[in-house]
């Protein structure tokens, strides 16, 4: 752990990503009043900004990139489980209402 | 933590308390995941009566979020000086994060308000419902982030300061702090914005 | 705070904060072995309660028409039965082996959070008395459309809903009163301890392993309880929400699960099997673990195929958070849903042949010794290959729709977990009881025990495949003479008492044996596995030395050597290593650090069921007095000197 520490991104970096997550937040709302005009790629895009945003959140705030890979594969094997059973879940009620 | 004897820790080389922390956020991601679900199903219904759209007030819910996402680097900040043992600046940046934080939990409190007036109670459909008890656990959260950071920064004003050693170190509430930073994008993108 | 023992355990223990006898050691106490022996004697105490309920369930449908118990009763009681075997027996039994033995097979001093364990304990406990200090506190009155409320009487003001709480069932409507906010609530609390303890065991297995104990040579056991801990970290926050939602629609009127209020009650299932699936792995995998420990020790051969045991296990506990719609095919689910649900039912089939297949093959062959461990797991084996080919027979969908809620169901499950899980617990108590109290048991005892059960056990649950599927239907008190049912009740019936007299044997053996039983070596088994390496009882500090290990099954192959045609053989200095190891293990040469007790984690599980009687009676008193107790917990437990550090501060 003590030699993660030194990989560690510098103050002038951590600015620099938060201005990134501000700027890809600024988007995001632009998105939700142009709704109209970007349309159907509206709500993929606003995913897509997300993940970007929790991506960039985890792995250099949470310094998960720096980790040991045991944490890694827990954590990320924890979010596909959730992703999986929750689509599952989801699609099912969706679909249990039109058979 | 150390091997003072020859009594074996740590083979993977992760510390012991860092790893039962992130086995404890990912198993919040599956909380977290049973409520998004739950919200997604119910806001994907056409049942009658009022809808979430009709109370969103998506500029001030903007800011609110904004604020949120900047405590997140406050919160790495202090965490940066803490590394280099810069007992003033960690203090500092650890108080602005508990502000930050409780600005949003004001935040919260006052859309909350002002829903219920505007007739959009707990229990009036399953929008109110899912939408109460999904932000309001996640709020719950920041408010234990909160306590916590103040806890900290409390601790900090002792003549010995801050480590990143011991228990609930800096380092843990951080990690605990992003992640509730974390679910809040999830949550501003999926409750307020689709 | 660090406790100090000095090789000979002189006068320093006395400056210790705590006592080391007597009840406040235990209540104190982070000794991972002996918040091991509480859990397993809270849990003995619950599977009783669970057993006199089965009982009272069995005299009532000993006739037709029997009016033993009303209908409320009867609900109440078959309800706290399920409730009480699967969240405060079994779980809690299975959480007493990985406390106790979890540290000793990795070679360990404790786990990786020893004020955690404790917590997780207490929580258990606290959680359990909340729930059933609903026949003191609860009230369940007349559901709409069904029994008066004059019927209910002491034993029906218990939760009713079934251990599933079906939607909308279980909701104000049907099952009015508080005695399912208790329910709910109280499996919240009750999740709460699971779900500390998981996170304890992982970091414990990941982190905690000894010298050379690679992931490849822990023993079966260890794997089955990281799998365990595994299910229990991601299935729990499922099931916390969903009860969440539960108490929300009883408490304050909000309709996740009620569609008056558009919400969905097929969701309920959805969320609750999402849980309640792997929760059926949860209970089973320790008994899995366990008989892979048995079997090679008594067959005195190697495990057929360990590699294939340990991914087996994990393929069952990674296939098994995909099956859980197969609870749901007579629900509305989309038949897509259904066939893709049957598949996936009939492959998680593959892994647990697998892991029968290696047993078979582990015992082929062997010098077996059938000792009562040996016995149980060896019925073990045949009475969890009845219930798992009962259940591949649910994979099939039309078939599973007919068998939907008959006593078939319920011969399958009891099949599994009575004959699968509790068989393997029985299995490990007898094997492992030489090492916890240092005494024998009566051999005698364990095989009387052992054939009553079996027999006792198949008359109960055998009968009920035939009765299921001449359509006995399953939570229904009471069924017509006409039916042509009641001979195989009585049998049912009759087989009950047989196993309730099995367990009063268990019971005079245990008592007896611990007091006068013939005092144990330290390998009374001539076992594979590190924890037989040590003194019998286990000194408070497990090992003298951090234990090396340079193998699978290391203490075997401290102990044998192979001949040219693949023989054991004893090695000539095995005495003598088995000599050294029991002086050294006594006589530790090392100075030994251990944590200290604390008594923080009682009093922050304490606050716990305030707070649930608070969201049960909307008091704003009882919350604050569990917030108190919360805050004086966690504050109490934060400003504690932290193990680690003193563990330095003392060293040096």
Do not use: C
């Not at chain 3, 009860?243 to 969701?267: A, H, M, N, S, W």
């Amino acid at each position: 752990m003590s030699d993660s520490h030194i990989e560690h991104p510098t103050p002038q970096k951590y600015v620099q990503i938060a201005i990134v997550l501000g700027v890809l937040t600024a988007i995001e709302i632009a998105l939700y009043y142009t709704e109209d005009i970007v349309g159907v790629f509206t709500d993929p895009l606003l995913i897509f900004l997300a993940v970007g945003k929790f991506i960039i959140v985890v792995g250099w705030f949470m310094h998960l990139r720096y980790e040991n890979k045991t944490i890694n594969r827990f954590f990320i094997g924890g979010m596909i489980l959730a992703l999986i059973l929750f689509t599952i879940v989801m699609v099912e009620r969706a679909s249990a209402n039109y058979f | 933590m150390s091997d003072s004897h020859a009594y074996p820790h740590e083979p993977t080389g992760v510390e012991t308390r860092k790893l039962g922390m992130w086995v404890f956020l990912s198993t919040e991601i599956l909380f977290f995941g049973t409520l998004i679900t739950t919200f997604m199903i119910f806001k994907g219904s056409d049942f009658p009566g009022m809808k979430l759209t009709d109370v969103y007030d998506i500029p001030f819910t903007s800011i609110s979020s904004f604020i949120l996402l900047m405590s997140s680097l406050t919160m790495v900040l202090a965490h940066n000086a803490l590394e280099v043992n810069d007992q003033e600046k960690t203090r500092v940046w650890l108080l602005a994060t508990a502000m930050l934080g409780a600005v949003f939990l004001a935040g919260q409190i006052y859309e909350f308000t002002e829903f219920y007036h505007k007739g959009f109670e707990l229990s009036t459909n399953i929008y109110s419902s899912s939408f109460y008890v999904l932000t309001g656990f996640h709020g719950l959260h920041v408010f234990i982030g909160v306590v916590l950071l103040l806890a900290l920064w409390g601790i900090g004003q002792r003549q010995k300061g801050l480590t990143l050693e011991g228990g609930m170190n800096l380092e843990f509430v951080a990690l605990y702090w992003h992640f509730v930073d974390i679910v809040w994008i999830v949550l501003f993108t999926v409750v307020y914005l689709i | 705070m660090t406790k100090i023992i000095e090789p000979k355990r002189q006068s320093s223990i006395f400056r210790r904060p705590s006592s080391e006898t007597g009840i406040w050691s235990w209540i104190t106490t982070v000794d991972h072995k002996k918040i091991g022996i509480m859990y397993g004697y809270a849990a003995f105490f619950f599977l009783l309660i669970g057993g006199l309920e089965a009982l009272v369930l069995r005299i009532q449908l000993s006739q037709p028409d029997n009016n033993f118990l009303t209908a409320a009763e009867y609900n109440a009681m078959f309800t706290m039965h399920g409730t009480t075997m699967i969240f405060l027996a079994i779980m809690p039994i299975s959480a007493a082996f990985f406390n106790y033995l979890l540290p000793l097979q990795i070679g360990a001093r404790d786990v990786a959070f020893p004020r955690l364990n404790a917590l997780s304990f207490w929580i258990f406990i606290f959680g359990g008395a909340f729930l059933y200090s609903t026949f003191i506190f609860g009230t369940a009155g007349a559901p709409e459309g069904g029994y008066l409320a004059e019927e209910v009487g002491w034993l029906g003001s218990a939760p009713n809903g079934g251990w599933f709480g079906y939607q909308p069932n279980a909701g104000m409507k049907y099952s009015p009163g508080t005695a399912m906010d208790y329910w709910a609530i109280g499996l919240q609390i009750l999740g709460i301890a699971s779900l500390i303890s998981a996170f304890n065991f992982i970091t414990t297995i990941i982190n905690m392993r000894t010298e050379g104990m690679r992931f490849m040579r822990m023993p079966v056991f260890t794997w089955m309880t990281f799998a365990v801990s595994f299910l229990l970290a991601f299935s729990l926050p499922i099931i916390a929400i969903a009860l969440f939602y539960v108490t929300f629609d009883r408490k304050f009127g909000t309709t996740f699960f009620l569609t008056e209020g558009g919400g969905d009650p097929i969701l309920w299932q959805h969320l609750f099997w999402l849980f309640g699936h792997p929760e059926v792995y949860i209970l089973i995998l320790p008994a899995f673990g366990i008989v892979s420990e048995v079997l090679p020790t008594f067959s005195r051969k190697p495990l057929f195929g360990y590699a294939a045991i340990v991914f087996a296990g994990f393929g069952i506990a990674f296939i098994g958070f995909g099956v859980w719609a197969h609870h749901m095919f007579a629900s509305a689910i989309s038949p897509v849903a259904q066939a893709g649900f049957g598949l996936s039912t009939m492959v998680i089939a593959v892994p647990t042949g697998v892991k029968i297949f290696n047993w078979l093959g582990t015992i082929w062959g062997g010098k077996l010794k059938l000792n009562t461990p040996m016995l149980f797991s060896l019925g073990f084996i045949g009475m969890f290959l009845i219930g798992g080919l009962s259940g591949v027979t649910h994979s099939i969908v039309p078939a599973d729709t007919q068998q939907t809620d008959t006593y078939y169901v319920v011969a399958h499950f009891h099949y599994v977990l009575f004959g699968g899980a509790l068989f393997g617990i029985f299995s490990g108590l007898y094997y492992w009881f030489p090492k916890v109290w240092g005494k024998m048991y009566n051999e005698s005892l364990g095989k009387i025990h052992f054939w009553l059960m079996m027999i006792g056990f198949n008359l109960t649950f055998g009968p009920m495949h035939w009765l299921g599927l001449q359509g006995q239907v399953r939570r229904t008190w009471v069924y017509a003479e006409e039916t042509n049912l009641q001979f195989w009740n009585i049998v049912v019936t009759v087989g009950a008492f047989i196993i309730a007299l099995s367990i009063i044997v268990f019971m005079i053996n245990w008592i007896f044996s611990k007091r006068n039983g013939e005092k144990a070596p330290f390998d009374p088994w001539d076992a594979r596995t590190i924890e037989w390496t040590i003194p019998s009882p286990t000194p408070v500090w497990n090992f003298s030395k951090a234990p090396i290990v340079k193998s699978l099954d290391d203490f075997w192959h401290t102990k044998y050597s192979e001949d040219e045609e693949g023989r054991a053989v004893k090695r000539a200095e095995a005495d003598q290593i088995l000599l050294d190891l029991e002086e050294e293990g006594l006589n530790p040469s090392e100075h030994i650090e251990l944590p200290s007790p604390s008594y923080f984690p009682i009093v922050l599980a304490s606050g716990l069921p305030f707070l649930g009687y608070a969201v049960i009676y909307k008091s704003i008193p009882l919350a604050l007095i569990g917030s108190i107790l919360l805050l004086i917990g966690g504050f109490g437990w934060g400003t504690e000197p932290l193990e680690e550090e003193a563990f330095e501060d003392s060293h040096e």
